[in-house]
């Protein structure tokens, strides 16, 4: 059983930066494709960024490439999610997700965090 752990949420101005992680407890990740999704208010859960095993492989949903970059540190056994030039409808609680079952951007991964809130303020 793995279970994600996010961190690293907060409030930020437009423009500005933070960067989200994923750790887990219970099995390591380094074996398995990881991947960032959001939810905004009233809106459907959206696939943000993924990131295959090794590190060399990475996903972006379009509304995010150039800004956002996904990365892993294999030795910490952690996920990261770096968000610059965020804006305000990238306001969103972000989940992070181990093990997918389908493609990397769909939401049929087998273990899934509890979320952190971002809060991008204009």
């Known amino acids: 059983q793995v279970q994600p752990v996010e961190s690293g949420g907060g409030l930020v101005q437009a423009g500005g930066s933070l960067r989200l992680s994923c750790a887990a407890s219970?099995?390591?990740?380094?074996?398995?494709?990881m991947a960032w999704f959001r939810r905004a208010p009233g809106k459907e859960r959206e696939f943000v960024a993924a990131?295959?095993?090794?590190?060399?492989?990475?996903f972006y949903a379009d509304s995010v490439k150039g800004r956002f970059a996904i990365s892993r540190d294999s030795a910490k056994d952690t996920v990261y999610l770096q968000m610059n030039s965020l804006k305000p409808e990238d306001t969103a609680v972000y989940y992070c997700?181990?093990?997918?079952?389908?493609?990397?951007?769909?939401?049929?991964?087998?273990?899934w965090g509890t979320g952190t809130q971002v809060t991008v303020s204009s």
């Open positions: 219970g099995r390591t990740l380094s074996a398995t494709t």
């Open positions: 990131i295959r095993p090794g590190g060399a492989i990475t």
């Open positions: 997700a181990a093990g997918a079952r389908r493609g990397p951007s769909e939401p049929l991964y087998n273990y």
